[in-house]
């Protein structure tokens, strides 16, 4: 029922910016977790960042300091400013959305969104 749709994915050089969106539609009251992900080629999907509903952010190491991940309770929204891009970001990034309460009241595990491509390379 709960659907995540990512946007914001490009080719970008080193040393540039991006923005990532995710918004997770459905009968949803609440989201508890949001965050991305992202998997390399070859490589295990690992953690990004992650963001509750009441603001507390978790970073990967490798990202700290030029990734900012916030969100928009209101909309269900969650965005990823990445800054200072860099090739080994590039990946293949995905949505997540953990604990989400329906309208109805109905707590729900995981949902992933589609993925979108990062491309950084000059």
């Known amino acids: 029922q709960v659907q995540l749709v990512e946007s914001g994915g490009g080719l970008v050089q080193p040393g540039g910016s991006l923005r990532l969106s995710c918004a997770a539609s459905?009968?949803?009251?609440?989201?508890?977790?949001m965050g991305w992900y992202r998997q390399a080629p070859g490589k295990q999907r690992e953690l990004v960042a992650t963001?509750?509903?009441?603001?507390?952010?978790n970073y990967a190491d490798s990202v700290k300091g030029r990734f900012t991940i916030s969100r928009d309770n209101a909309k269900n929204t969650v965005y990823l400013q990445m800054n200072s891009l860099k090739p080994e970001d590039t990946a293949v990034y995905y949505c997540?959305?953990?604990?989400?309460?329906?309208?109805?009241?109905?707590?729900?595990?995981?949902?992933w969104g589609q993925g979108t491509q990062v491309t950084v390379s000059s």
């Open positions: 997540n959305a953990d604990g989400v309460m329906t309208i109805a009241r109905m707590l729900t595990s995981d949902y």
């Open positions: 459905g009968r949803i009251f609440s989201i508890y977790a």
């Open positions: 963001i509750t509903s009441a603001g507390s952010t």
